[in-house]
């Protein structure tokens, strides 16, 4: 894998193909769901005021949103800029990739967890579920979106919980990004008691089979400190790391 080419093609498509090109930054601002700056292309003259701008932007619309900094992105003071602006940084992560073909496998599950496919609005309550007691925090929000997102753009995304019993344990999705080689791991997390069991890793491999069978060539994914050693160890190569910079106007 040549990570240039295959940074490359990351920025091409997904960064700057997936927003609104607005001036020097590419945004996303749906009428619901993730709100915030995906792309940038700023210097030590401009980051300030486009900074500035999108604050105003997103504050007239009374939402919360995020500015997703890139390890690459200029200027090099850029999340400095960010924080004296008023946002707050998240835990840094890294930006992962993977060829899907060389992750598609037969998920390996531990004895008596199976995985269901999330195709309604029932699915979409087992996987938010999973991810509550995987990341002890409510999520009201991830199902209304999950839910809006299910009816309105099915072909968007493909989910999938993990069940022991009737019980979920853990929930992920692959976001399929239209028109590009890239789909997106999101969520994974696994209920305490059930870590360590491979849940995680049969996750992966489910959702590279879907992404392989729905055209994709490559598997991306923000890869928290807990799952980051995991996706090594299958074989994702780094090319760079990623920190959200919140900012939330109400406050």
């Known amino acids: 894998m040549n990570r240039d080419e295959i940074l490359a093609a990351y920025e091409r498509q997904v960064r700057t193909g997936q927003g609104e090109r607005v001036g020097r930054v590419v945004r996303k601002a749906p009428d619901d769901g993730w709100n ?3 792309w940038s292309d700023l210097d030590e003259a401009t980051a300030d005021a486009e900074i500035a701008a999108q604050v105003a932007y997103f504050t007239a619309l009374n939402r919360d949103f995020e500015w997703k900094l890139y390890s690459h992105d200029r200027p090099a003071d850029l999340g400095e800029r960010l924080l004296a602006a008023g946002f707050k940084a998240d835990p840094e992560e890294a930006l992962l990739v993977a060829e899907a073909a060389a992750m598609a496998a037969e998920p390996r599950l531990p004895e008596g967890v199976v995985l269901r496919p999330v195709d309604d609005a029932a699915g979409i309550d087992l996987l938010v579920e999973a991810h509550e007691q995987a990341f002890d925090m409510s999520l009201p929000d991830l199902r209304d979106r999950l839910v809006r997102r299910l009816a309105e753009r099915p072909e968007s995304m493909a989910a999938v919980v993990a069940m022991a019993g009737d019980r979920p344990i853990s929930g992920a999705r692959l ?8 789909a997106g791991l999101f969520g994974g997390g696994t209920a305490p008691g059930w870590r360590g ?4 890793r049969a996750l992966v491999a489910h959702r590279a089979r879907v992404a ?3 055209g994709y060539r490559y598997l991306h994914v923000d890869a928290s400190d807990q799952s980051r050693p995991i996706l090594l160890r299958l074989g994702f190569e780094p090319l760079g790391t990623t920190t959200p910079y919140g900012y939330a106007p109400k406050a």
């Open 36 to 38: 915030g700056i995906i």
């Open 175 to 182: 976001d399929l990004d239209p028109g590009t080689e890239f």
């Open 197 to 200: 069991r491979g849940v995680y």
């Open 212 to 214: 392989v069978e729905r």
